[in-house]
């Protein structure tokens, strides 16, 4: 057995000998990235060298710090690879040599790297309409499958075009929409392995900027200290910022401007006329910027800029006054002096200057552009004073005076005759107008007054005026004086009267309007004032058989009716009056009688038989209740009472429900009025009236009056009997509207040969339909000639004598197809023959349906 085992051992020995054997273990090694491993070479025999070589073939070296080989013995030598990466997987290569002998073995490494992303950013912004690439970079070995989903849903290319997933794993969007925005799913899968990882990526889209100005045109006066408002609203994503811009410089909040804070609102401060132009309001975001424009008009008001005074003298020829004005628009300018308009009526322009000229011609307005003169012609004393300038545009207008001073001779003015009596002081006024200042003289039959002589006359003078005062002691102080009046352009002399005044004529009594203590006298005033004014009138009455009783009273302009009071009720009395003047009173007027009225015995006072009853309030009136047909209306009637010596002036009402707190507007009704209606009053509600009585002294004490209105009815006021319910009505509406409808039918079946009755009669009764063909139409004969260029239609029509038409209507209006003439009267034979003998028509209609006139004929 020993020497069967050495002779073995001796023949693997010359075998080892003879050839190197080289075994990597392991054979093959899955590595993650990441991972470190080795792999161990055992070669078996005598291996000078052992070497490693990379799957690119090169050798590698022991100064590689990654991929390291190292000689363990003589017969195995160690690979390590550190950290692996994608970059190291392949086939290593391990070999032996020794001499000219060599074995080798290989080892097959794989790299497995788990899905990395490596460029996934989010979110991802894109602008609205670009073709958006949503960017997933993601690295895996092997290499990974991406797949992108949208809200759960898987994104497909063949089933929507706008979406492609790249080659490199991007998601292509084409025209991407604000739709589109939302989370976008990057998922990457490994098929061989089962990895499976995925990114969630937050798309972003911005909207552009839409921009709308609130007013694309804006108004504004300038020169005013008023600020003026341009706005507007932009809308886009992300919100966009908003700036102005005027004239291509960006504004900024300062003195002149101011910005909210989202810049969509610019305040523009004392608008001025250089303020005028276009403002460009720019929205911004990161999807771009629009921009909008908003114009503003500045407008200014009109204004006087030059106006020129004139001095002329009096009977020159003409003179000119002068205005310009400035403002835009461009304003119109007008002339006014003492409530007198002047005016070029349109705007004058450059090329056609309008022109007023007053009914004299004396005056003449023309205008030119923004200047307007007004030329004065024949210059009279009375064309002197102030005339205004008033420039004016739809913005404003502007006044400024001008003068015009015109020098001229005294003119002399004032009241020439002048009435007073012996004792009482008069003063003769004159009045001179003169430029320059007059001076002025008295003069008394040739003579200067005052004379030392006299110290009856006394002159005052107040600015032009010149005042001489005369108190007459005789008839010769009365007569005639003169004023003078010089200055440097002449004299003037006016002659004036002093007249001896008389005492005025009566008043004549018109009628006298009597109440129960008091009476109401309506007078003409006397047709003679004496020369000087009614001072007061007297007034005196008195009972039948008694003294006078008088009373005085101021007179006031257009005074006609005095009221006396103090009398007695239901008595006669007598009343006659008198003007007093300055000089003294007239003659009495001739006495009128009156009759107090009556006080009802209610109310009636203890009898007083004075003539000085002091003035009193009225008693309250009696009041009376009607209640209206309408049932929710009431009269008031009332009663008039005392009067309390005063006529009673009017009657104040007022009314409310008793359950409420406040009263109805009052009413006022006349002196006159007995009664007031009270509508539109609540139904089943108590009501409060009350009405006063009101004379010179005060008010009565209210009438008080309480009432309820009736209950709301529930039928139709006015209805007799029960009435109809609704559902009466409703049935004699459905009646109406039947009958109606069988008469048009009936109407249509002897007119038309149509309707319900004719399409029973043709499909029950058998009888022929307006449009059947008949063996007597055919022979029948046509009473017109047949237009050839139309194609006919016959119509039936019997030559029978009309029947009575129902209802008396008379016959029908002749159409085309009716005779002229009246048929002739036939016989009952002629009737009976032709009863069996029809007519027929032939009547052209082009493109109408036949239509039968007159009544079918009973076969």
């Known amino acids: 057995m020993l020497q069967i085992r050495d002779i073995l051992w001796g023949f693997l020995y010359i075998a080892c000998a003879a050839a190197i054997q080289v075994q990597v273990t392991p054979t093959h090694r899955e590595i993650s990235v990441g991972e470190s491993k080795f792999f161990l070479c055992e070669v078996v025999g005598d291996a000078k060298d052992i070497d490693w070589f990379a799957p690119n073939g090169e050798k590698i070296l022991p100064n590689n710090p990654n991929v390291q080989v190292n000689r363990n013995d003589e017969t195995t030598s160690t690979l390590t690879i550190y950290h692996a990466d994608v970059d190291d997987a392949g086939i290593y290569k391990c070999v032996a040599r020794s001499g000219d002998k060599e074995a080798q073995a290989t080892v097959q490494v794989k790299i497995f790297q788990k899905i990395t992303f490596k460029n996934v950013p989010s979110p991802q912004e894109f602008n609205e309409g670009d073709d958006a690439d949503i960017i997933c970079d993601v690295v895996g070995s092997p290499v ?29 969007i084409r025209g991407i929409k604000k739709t589109d925005e939302g989370a976008y799913n990057c998922e990457a899968r490994v098929m061989e392995t089962g990895e499976i990882n995925f990114k969630m ?31 507007c609203d932009a809308d886009g994503f992300p919100e966009p910022a908003v700036t102005w811009a005027y004239n291509n410089v960006i504004l900024e909040s300062g003195d002149k401007y101011s910005l909210n804070d989202d810049g969509s609102e610019l305040v523009i401060k004392d608008v001025i006329k250089v303020d005028e132009g276009d403002y460009t309001c720019i929205a911004r975001n990161k999807a771009g910027e629009m921009s909008q ?29 002068t205005c310009e004005a400035s403002g835009d628009p461009t304003p119109s300018i007008s002339w006014s002096f003492q409530n007198r308009m002047f005016s070029e009526g349109e705007q004058a322009s450059w090329t056609r200057p309008d022109q007023y000229e007053s009914h004299d011609r004396n005056i003449v307005v023309r205008s030119h552009a923004r200047v307007s003169s007004l030329l004065l012609k024949n210059v009279d004393f009375t064309y002197a004073g102030q005339y205004l300038c008033t420039a004016s545009n739809s913005i404003g207008q502007d006044n400024q005076p001008v003068y015009l001073e015109v020098r001229y001779a005294p003119k002399i003015l004032g009241v020439v005759a002048v009435y007073t009596w012996e004792g009482n002081p008069a003063n003769i006024s004159c009045e001179v107008e003169a430029h320059p200042g007059a001076s002025v003289t008295w003069f008394r039959d040739g003579l200067q007054v005052p004379s030392v002589n006299t110290t009856n006359v006394k002159i005052y003078s107040k600015q032009s005026n010149s005042y001489l005062e005369v108190s007459p002691e005789s008839q010769s102080d009365f007569g005639s004086y003169n004023c003078t009046a010089t200055n440097a352009m002449g004299t003037e002399s006016k002659e004036f009267l002093l007249i001896q005044a008389e005492v005025p004529s009566s008043p004549e009594i018109q009628q006298v309007e009597p109440f129960s203590s008091s009476a109401v006298v309506e007078f003409d005033e006397p047709d003679s004032f004496g020369g000087v004014p009614i001072i007061k009138y007297l007034v005196e009455w008195r009972l039948d058989g008694h003294g006078w009783t008088g009373k005085e009273y101021d007179a006031t302009e257009d005074l006609t009716r005095i009221t006396i009071v103090g009398l007695t009720p239901d008595t006669i009395y007598e009343v006659k009056m008198s003007a007093v003047n300055g000089k003294g009173e007239s003659e009495s007027s001739a006495a009128v009688k009156f009759k107090t009225g009556p006080i009802p015995s209610s109310e009636a006072p203890p009898l007083i038989v004075t003539t000085s009853m002091a003035l009193r309030e009225p008693s309250a009136p009696k009041l009376e209740a009607m209640v209206q047909n309408q049932g929710n209306a009431l009269k008031v009637n009332w009663i008039k009472q005392d009067d309390g010596g005063s006529p009673i002036k009017h009657y104040l009402v007022r009314y409310k429900a008793k359950h409420v707190s406040d009263w109805k507007p009052e009413i006022r009704m006349p002196h006159s009025s007995e009664y007031v209606v009270l509508g539109g009053l609540d139904w089943n509600t108590e009501y409060e009236v009350r009405v006063v009585a009101v004379n010179q002294k005060g008010k009565s004490e209210p009438g008080i009056l309480s009432f309820r209105t009736a209950t709301e009815p529930t039928t139709m006021p006015g209805a007799s009997g029960s009435g109809l319910s609704t559902g009466a009505i409703v049935g004699i509406l459905i009646v109406v509207f039947f009958a109606l409808l069988v008469a048009v039918d009936v109407t249509c079946y002897f007119l038309n040969k149509c309707g319900l009755l004719m399409c029973i009669a043709v499909n029950f009764c058998g009888k022929a339909g307006p449009g059947a063909k008949s063996k007597d139409m055919e022979e029948g004969k046509a009473n017109f000639t047949k237009d050839e260029s139309k194609e006919p239609i016959v119509e039936v029509r019997t030559e029978e004598e009309p029947t009575q038409n129902q209802e008396g209507v008379g016959p029908a209006e002749p159409n085309e197809t009716t005779p002229l003439t009246e048929p002739e009267k036939k016989t009952k034979d002629d009737v009976k023959t032709e009863a069996n003998n029809t007519a027929v028509e032939v009547k052209t209609v082009p493109n109408e349906a036949p239509q039968t006139n007159g009544n079918e004929s009973k076969a």
């Open 144 to 172: 990974p499958f991406i797949l992108w989903k949208h809200k759960g849903v898987r994104i497909q290319s063949n089933k929507d075009v706008r979406y492609n997933v790249m080659d490199n794993g991007h998601l292509l």
């Open 201 to 231: 990526i937050n798309v972003v889209v911005n909207v552009l900027p839409t921009i709308r100005a609130r007013q694309s045109e804006v108004n504004a006066t300038a020169d005013m200290g008023v600020s003026i408002l341009l706005a």
């Open 293 to 321: 424009e908003v114009s503003l008009n500045v407008f200014v008001q009109a204004k006087i800029t030059y106006m020129n005074n004139q001095t002329a003298t009096e009977f020159d020829d003409e003179v000119t006054l």
